[in-house]
């Protein structure tokens, strides 16, 4: 078993926590600025918890990776300021075939977590670990390390300017 763990800390500037929130939960939102995304959709919304489906496009020659993962949200309070939290967690889940010439990743657990900067912007903390199945390449792991986790912020910065909802 191979388990990969990224993290990643920054500051999200001039956007505020619920902004940032927001985006990052809204699945269609989400197909449109993240190119990694090749399909993504919720299967079903139950009491405190949703199961996404998510495909994600690898490089070729790699085959594509799918997820089926419970996601659940909070936004609570510490020494007097908000905070919001993404849980996402893998799950064993037949509802969703997963496609031919697709691995399934059953092994993954991501936190995201937001607060509010005193200058207006969004203190950033995000944790991601996963076991992708098959063999994967040094240079992508590297890739994944630096450069995948601080684009995917970037583009979530972007995103975040661009949203209208």
């Given at each position: 078993?191979?388990?990969f763990?990224?993290?990643?800390?920054?500051e999200l500037?001039?956007?505020?926590?619920?902004?940032?929130?927001?985006?990052y939960?809204?699945?269609?939102?989400?197909?449109?600025?993240?190119?990694?995304?090749?399909?993504l959709?919720?299967?079903?919304?139950?009491?405190?918890?949703?199961?996404?489906?998510?495909?994600?496009?690898?490089?070729?020659?790699?085959?594509?990776?799918?997820?089926?993962?419970?996601?659940?949200?909070?936004?609570?309070?510490?020494?007097?300021?908000q905070q919001?939290?993404?849980?996402?967690?893998?799950?064993?889940d037949?509802?969703?075939?997963?496609?031919?010439n697709?691995?399934?990743?059953?092994?993954?657990?991501?936190?995201?977590?937001?607060?509010?900067?005193?200058?207006g912007?969004?203190?950033?903390?995000?944790?991601?670990?996963?076991?992708?199945?098959?063999?994967?390449?040094?240079?992508?792991?590297?890739?994944?390390?630096?450069?995948?986790v601080?684009?995917?912020m970037?583009?979530?910065?972007?995103?975040?300017?661009?949203?209208?909802?």
């Amino acid at each position: 078993t191979k388990l990969f763990t990224y993290k990643g800390y920054g500051e999200l500037t001039n956007i505020n926590p619920e902004l940032v929130y927001s985006v990052y939960c809204d699945l269609e939102y989400r197909k449109k600025w993240d190119g990694y995304v090749n399909e993504l959709y919720q299967i079903r919304d139950e009491a405190e918890r949703s199961i996404i489906y998510w495909r994600v496009a690898y490089p070729w020659p790699m085959s594509h990776r799918d997820y089926v993962f419970e996601r659940r949200s909070r936004i609570f309070e510490r020494d007097g300021k908000q905070q919001w939290c993404i849980l996402g967690k893998g799950l064993e889940d037949d509802s969703v075939k997963c496609p031919k010439n697709v691995i399934r990743v059953v092994e993954y657990e991501q936190t995201l977590a937001f607060e509010p900067t005193d200058s207006g912007g969004t203190k950033v903390f995000m944790y991601y670990c996963d076991n992708p199945g098959g063999a994967l390449p040094t240079w992508l792991i590297n890739w994944a390390a630096k450069t995948g986790v601080p684009k995917f912020m970037d583009d979530l910065q972007k995103a975040c300017h661009r949203y209208d909802k």
